[in-house]
């Protein structure tokens, strides 16, 4: 069973930067995989705002994070970043992690349902 373990949210002002990490830990399989970051405010749905495949060539972004969030991966680690650039109080909400295990998941990574192991979130408040 795979755990994901999400780490980096806090408070910061308007303009600043966060990094958020995400460690896999359990059984991944043998073949690469996707993992993603959502996050989700008190009264909105739940968004998809990048995800990427282990096995690399493939990412995606949310047009919210497009041009201010890089997704990256450090796969000796099993872990996976989301750099935030120039926050906004848009931004404020619990940020989760998700893996997406099955093996052809890259052709899909804009696809939130086929994500099937979350994490607990970290919390992220910019402040204007």
């Known amino acids: 069973q795979v755990r994901l373990v999400e780490s980096g949210g806090g408070s910061v002002q308007a303009g600043g930067s966060l990094r958020l990490s995400c460690v896999a830990s359990g059984h991944t399989g043998s073949s690469s995989y996707c993992m993603g970051w959502f996050r989700q405010a008190p009264g909105l749905e739940r968004e998809e705002v990048a995800a990427?495949?282990?096995?690399?060539?493939?990412?995606f972004y949310g047009d919210s994070a497009k041009g201010r969030f890089t997704i990256s991966q450090d796969n000796a680690k099993n872990t996976v970043y989301l750099q935030m650039n120039s926050l906004k109080p848009d931004d404020t909400a619990m940020y989760y992690c998700?893996?997406?295990?099955?093996?052809?998941?890259?052709?899909?990574?804009?696809?939130?349902?086929?994500?099937?192991?979350w994490g607990q979130g970290t919390q992220v408040t910019v402040s204007s």
């Open positions: 998700a893996a997406n295990l099955d093996p052809e998941c890259w052709k899909r990574l804009w696809a939130t349902n086929e994500f099937g192991t």
């Open positions: 990427t495949y282990t096995g690399g060539g493939a990412t």
